[in-house]
């Protein structure tokens, strides 16, 4: 028995309360360290870092989801860890001013919390949904759940934002408060029952992880995509950190402004994930790789319009921009994760939850380099010339990785249609 499209529904529950919660860790946490404080953004850039890299264990996670574990206890487990991570962070912020020492070795922890529950829920998560689910749901299957993350994002970007300001230490805790208390609620109700329901296949029991992450990486297939991942992503994450500091330090935003800000951003995202969905899966028009193409190279020319409003003032608003990067991050996004979806089923059998744990790695290593590079660059370029060319500059050099990504995917993507991988059967 496979999932069926109501269970399908309910896992992108359980990504929606993920992105509820790193959005905040990535973004408000972040913004006030470098804006409110006035810390280095190198500082919260390590700290991401530091969540990103303890996901390195992500293979390990998959590889466990596929030699038969408890998937469910994972998955549960891995969002307490990752709700009490997210709260411990948000605690730690407010520590600052009075003792920086505490609040830094208190951050490290959170942070390193929230790194062990995303890898651990995320992955187990993903493991679940790549050998449960029907071959033919499989891209629509990964669309309607990251549709689902991204929609989350926004939505807690969008009314954190709007209950932050003005700032206080209690404000900023009861809102994470909520959050986390919510996301524990929502994943336990949205995941309970289903993995006893559906049947996954699982390989032989004894078979060492090593042995297996080797059979995995002799692929071609997954190794070209594993090394497109990681140069796409850089490009895909190196904003993450600096757009909101850039709003408040160049453009004046408030915390709630630009927690906003981040909000927007993710509601492009959404309308970018859905406008493929439609055309790819519904009109069947262009492949995934088209896609893909068509993402990074509209991501690169919002950048660079990004990096000319750090030089001088446009006649585009920020707002705008951040919509439309957003929306272009979403075409890429989107177009990815569907073809993820469909080689995590080609090469050895049952090692679903290794490649997609292998990949997850990738994307973890990519995005806390990108987050920290990018961080360290604004750091250095500010100690040399005013904060909005700083800025730009590093928009600018973001909007060559992406360039360059899309050579690398007319390269080692194939060139397959989006639509059958995603069609619906008859009465669906």
Known sequence: MTL??????????????????????????????????????ILPGMLVGL???????????????????????????????LALGGFGAAFAVTLFAQSYGLALALSVVAYALIGIGVGASGTSLLALMATATAPHRRAAAATITWLMMIFGIALTAGLAGSFLDPYSPQRLLSVVGVIVVAAIILTTLAIYGIERRVTAATPEPHTPFMEGLRDVWSERKTRNFT?????????????ELILEPYAGLVFGFTPGQSTSLSGMQN?????????????????????????????????????????????????????SLVIA???????????????????????????????????????????GFGGLTGAALV??????????????????????????????????????????????????
């Open 4 to 41: 069926s499209w109501l269970q399908i529904f309910r896992l992108g529950l359980v990504q929606m309360a993920l992105g509820a919660i790193v959005v905040l860790t990535t973004s408000t946490l972040n913004r006030l360290m470098v804006v409110e404080f006035s810390l280095p953004a």
């Open 51 to 81: 969540h990103y890299g303890i996901q390195l264990s992500r293979p390990r996670w998959g590889f466990t989801s596929d030699t038969g574990g408890n998937r469910t206890k994972w998955i549960i487990g891995g969002m307490i860890a």
């Open 227 to 239: 090394l497109f991942i990681f140069l796409s992503m850089n490009a895909y994450f190196m904003q």
């Open 267 to 319: 509601g492009g995202v959404f309308i970018g994930m859905l406008t493929v969905g439609i055309v790819a899966t519904g009109l069947k028009k262009g492949s995934l790789r088209a896609w893909v193409m068509a993402g990074c190279l509209g991501s690169a020319g919002v950048l660079i319009m990004l990096a000319l409003s750090g030089f001088a003032q446009t006649q585009i608003s920020l707002q």
């Open 325 to 367: 990067l957003g929306f272009f991050n979403g075409m890429f996004a989107v177009a990815a994760i569907g073809s993820m979806m469909a080689l995590a089923s080609e090469g050895r059998a049952q090692r679903e939850g290794t490649r997609m744990g292998l990949w997850g790695a990738s994307q973890a290593i990519a995005a």
């Open 379 to 428: 750091d250095i370029s500010r100690s040399f010339i005013a904060d909005g060319p700083a800025f730009g500059s590093v928009f600018a050099f973001e909007a060559l990785l992406f360039l360059a990504a899309a050579l690398m995917a007319a390269r080692v993507m194939e060139n397959r249609s989006a639509a059958p991988a995603a069609s619906m059967v008859p009465g669906e």
